[in-house]
């Protein structure tokens, strides 16, 4: 129960870190509902990933008392993950539209 707490607040804190992004360089924005989504994909990403290492919800609440270091770990690795993917995803999409505007004028 606690280790599902903590992915969800996981999740929140990237969708908060892109949006957060979003609003403070609109350049990256894709609105709030696609920070929101991008902030989520990215921040379980991340954690997945970065997760390996012992910073994964179960770790931090291994036998019921909570590792605050790893969950400030946690934490930042999610706030951090929802960014990068705001980041990868805007690099995407300008590829794409510059594939298709190159496309388009021939």
Do not use: C, E
């Amino acid at each position: 129960m606690l280790a599902s707490l903590i992915a969800v607040i996981s999740v929140v804190i990237g969708i908060f870190g892109a949006n957060l992004f979003g609003f403070v360089l609109k350049k990256y924005s894709f609105g709030f509902t696609g920070n929101s989504i991008i902030g989520v994909f990215g921040s379980v990403f991340f954690i997945k990933l970065i997760g390996r290492f012992g910073f994964d919800p179960i770790a931090i609440s291994g036998n019921g008392n909570i590792n605050y270091t790893l969950l400030t770990f946690n934490l930042i690795i999610s706030f951090f993950g929802a960014i990068v993917g705001l980041i990868l995803l805007k690099a995407i999409s300008t590829k794409l539209n510059k594939f298709k505007n190159q496309k388009g004028n021939n």
